[in-house]
């Protein structure tokens, strides 16, 4: 069974029937048994919605402990709200066959590689003192056309209100 810890607590997460069955009811639809691992992508991509979804998951638990859906919310911040997003992936998986687990598990193992090798591309670039020059200087020309555009701006307002000279 899959879990996760938030604080001193752990919490237990398990998909079954009647969990999917509550989650559709009360996510608009949204169906953790797809055999088609649509539900991957949203859980994956939208961490809030990943935590209402933990939460009906582990709601019963919660109130056992007296802790309100809001106290919830705010634990699953930084590691452990990485955490507790690996342990519903994982219960999701568990609710699968063994043939369509092992497929699953390589599939969240191939998206985790690709997703660290796009973080490590990120911070090399991050890093690399010619981004950071290229960086700097399309924001200086930035605040300069920014500048030039205001200063154009207000020339032709005191122009338009500049009145006309006389005949005499």
């Known amino acids: 069974m899959a879990t996760f810890r938030t604080g001193e607590r752990e919490w237990l997460v398990?998909?079954?029937g009647p969990k999917i069955r509550e989650v559709r009811r009360e996510c608009g639809g949204f169906d953790l048994g797809a055999r088609d691992a649509s539900q991957f992508g949203r859980?994956?991509?939208e961490p809030l919605f990943a935590a209402e979804v933990l939460w009906i998951l582990c709601r019963k638990q919660a109130a056992e402990h007296g802790v309100t859906q809001e106290q919830f919310d705010a634990a699953l911040k930084g590691d452990e709200g990485e955490a507790a997003g690996v342990a519903l992936l994982d219960a999701v998986i568990d609710f699968f066959p063994s043939s369509q687990r092992t497929l699953l598990r390589k599939l969240m193992k191939q998206q985790q590689e690709i997703q660290q090798a796009a973080t490590e591309k990120a911070e090399a670039?991050?890093?690399d003192p010619t981004t950071m020059e290229a960086v700097k200087?399309?924001?200086l020309d930035s605040l300069d056309a920014?500048?030039?555009q205001a200063l154009a701006n207000m020339t032709r307002r005191v122009n338009?209100?500049?009145s006309p000279a006389s005949a005499e």
Do not use: C, G, N
Request: proline share 0%; aromatic share 0%.
């Open 43 to 45: 859980l994956t991509e």
């Open 160 to 162: 338009a209100t500049d």
């Open 137 to 139: 200087a399309a924001t």
């Open 14 to 16: 398990s998909v079954d």
């Open 146 to 148: 920014a500048i030039d």
């Open 125 to 127: 670039r991050l890093l």
